[in-house]
């Protein structure tokens, strides 16, 4: 693991586990109040199925309020103008990944916890490019008035959600709603219910995840 920088945002760095160049391109976003090094370990485990993938797990751009070790996307109270401020730092570094690795958006996918999945959710849906695959763990779409019927000119990506039951902070509820607003427009989203837990990922989550992407992206 190397510390390196995409646009604006600079975060741990894993190369594909069998060297070489990456064959795809895995962004995890953090978070409210952690740092890219809370998801990086997530890397080994999905790595043992996409070996050929490299990983970039972003700080957030700005020092998180109530924690200023850590980071932020966005001031937590303003969900709704804060996603929309956040998204070029972000889609900056996707760009700045994408070219630096000769990627296409094909080879992408974008996933986040809590807050990082909001992000993943909201910066994935509305890319000029789609990604292959946006998953989110823990967190909920919290603009959706913009994004409209499906096209056949420029699909979106499919959508995990991955929620706990007992999610203390995103409550699960939120899962069913963020599922109903992507169906109704014609998004395709799959949905795991983690029973019993909290606010966090579990490894039935993350199997979970790593086999929806197993659906999209190159190994």
């Known amino acids: 693991m190397e510390m390196r920088r995409f646009g604006d945002l600079s975060g741990p760095f894993i190369a594909p586990a069998r060297g070489g160049i990456a064959s795809s391109l895995i962004i995890l ?3 409210w109040g952690a740092d890219g090094n809370d998801l990086a370990n997530l890397a080994h485990p999905i790595s043992i199925r996409f070996p050929g993938a490299a990983f970039f797990v972003p700080n957030g751009p700005a020092p998180c309020k109530m ?3 850590g980071r932020e996307w966005f001031d937590i109270d303003d969900r709704i103008n804060g996603p929309i401020m956040a998204a070029p ?6 760009a700045d990944a994408l070219d630096i690795l000769n990627l296409s958006a094909s080879a992408l996918a974008l996933a986040g916890f809590s807050q990082g999945g909001m992000m993943s959710l909201h910066c994935g849906l509305r890319q000029t490019a789609a990604p292959a695959a946006i998953i989110s763990f823990s967190g909920t779409l919290l603009l959706h008035e913009d994004l409209i019927e499906n096209s056949t000119s420029a699909p979106y990506p499919p959508v995990l959600l991955v929620h706990g039951t007992e999610d203390e902070v995103v409550p699960f509820q939120f899962q069913a709603a963020s599922r109903d607003m992507l169906q ?11 029973v019993g837990l909290g ?21």
């Open 29 to 31: 976003l953090h978070g």
């Open 67 to 69: 924690n200023p070790a």
């Open 89 to 94: 730092f972000i889609n900056n570094a996707l």
């Open 184 to 194: 109704a427009r014609s998004i395709a989203v799959e949905t795991v219910d983690c």
């Open 199 to 219: 606010h966090g990922i579990d490894p039935d989550g993350l199997s979970a995840a790593i086999e929806f992407l197993a659906k999209y992206l190159p190994t």
